[in-house]
């Protein structure tokens, strides 16, 4: 059965909110209309081949920590937190200064999740709104997706329908087990609600921006190379978290003068 709301009893406003940034840290004005217009920019620089080798160590390293407790490739959610080499990604002034152009100067971090597709997975990420996920309001989340590995048509790169994110929450139904999905929500007609789906092919070190009504997901790796990508959750520290979901925050740049967020700082490791 289709639904249109994930959470009926809080009341969230869903609707694009767009970038109007005035004093602009790194992205063009053509960059900004092309995310009103399309709800998107890719690719964007930001690590150095050496550093992108550093961010591969790091999750190598997390990935094992995460198995050795009976996770798996995608049980990496949070750690911003706890472990000092997620949290220097998140605070990082280079992606700090591309967020700031979309939500402007108060800056907070509430989430974080690598989405690993290994060699050969066969999960796929359905189609879906981020913000259908999240009791959050107003939807003002812009996600970073920054690629840990190369990620291209083969090995499951992530896809966007442009436009989508000015439909508002577009239906969507509850999985079924047999699309191996790795979320739970699956859009309801997702290629009427925009242009036809974009391919975000990156190179490792590069990144993506997204807004939170976007429609996106993945199809399986079918390729012999790992699909890494971290994602990053930013709002403009107005923005109120329901349910607690404001716990797990890091106010990145600027302050939180209402206090909606708790705020954690450099984790020691
Ligand atoms: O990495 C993917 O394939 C999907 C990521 C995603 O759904 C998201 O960033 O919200």
Redesign the pocket.
Known sequence: MAKTDAFPEIERELRYFPANTNELQTLSKDKIQQFNDKGFICPLDVYSSSETKTNRETFDKLIKETTSKGGDSYSINGWHRTHSAVYDIVTDTRIINYVQDIIGKNIVCWGTHY?C?MPNDSKR?SW?Q?ASYWPLTPSKTV?V?LAIDDTDSQN?A?QVVPGSHLHGQIDFEISKKEEENV?NQTALNPLDYGEPPTLLEMHAGQMSL?TDLLL???EPNRSHRRRC?F?IRYVPSEVRALNGWNENAIVCRGEDPEGNWKHWPRPKD
Do not use: A, N
């Open positions: 989405f597709k990420v879906h981020d996600t997706w499951g992530m979320l997204h996106h997901g993945s990508g994602t």
